[in-house]
C-alpha cells in the first residue's frame, strides 16, 4: 500500500491547516501520527473502520478527521493551531494486518 500525504506548511497561531491522505488499494483504518523535535511518535487522530474514531486528547474539540469522497482518502482538519502542534505529521494505514507509513509533512505554527 502506498499512501500519498498533502497538505502542512507554515501557519500562525489561532489558524487552520487540512492534511490529505489517500491510500493506493483498500484499507481497514488510516490516520494520523505526529512527530515532534526531542519526542516520539504520538497518535493524532484515526478512523478505525466503520464510524469509529480515535483522537488524542490534546488535539479533541480542534483536529477532526473524516473519509473524503474519494476512495481511501481520509482528511484532517486542523483548526485554532497551536505552537505546539508543531511537528512531522505521518499518514498511517493498516491493510489487511500489515501497517503501513507515508512520507511525513511538516506542520509549522509559529508567528
Known amino acids: 500500500v502506498q499512501l500519498q500525504a498533502s497538505g502542512g506548511g507554515l501557519v500562525q497561531p489561532g489558524g487552520s491547516l487540512r492534511l490529505s491522505c489517500t491510500a493506493s488499494?483498500?484499507?481497514?483504518?488510516m490516520g494520523w501520527y505526529r512527530q515532534a523535535p526531542g519526542k516520539q511518535r504520538e497518535l493524532v487522530a484515526m478512523l478505525t473502520g466503520g464510524d469509529n474514531t480515535l483522537t488524542a486528547d490534546s488535539v479533541k474539540g480542534r483536529f477532526s478527521i473524516s473519509t473524503d469522497d474519494a476512495p481511501n482518502t481520509v482528511q484532517l482538519q486542523m483548526n485554532s493551531l497551536k505552537p505546539e502542534d508543531t511537528a512531522v505529521y505521518y499518514c498511517h494505514a493498516i491493510s489487511f494486518g500489515s501497517s503501513y507509513w507515508g512520507r511525513g509533512t511538516q506542520v509549522t505554527v509559529s508567528s
Open positions: 488499494r483498500t484499507i481497514q483504518s
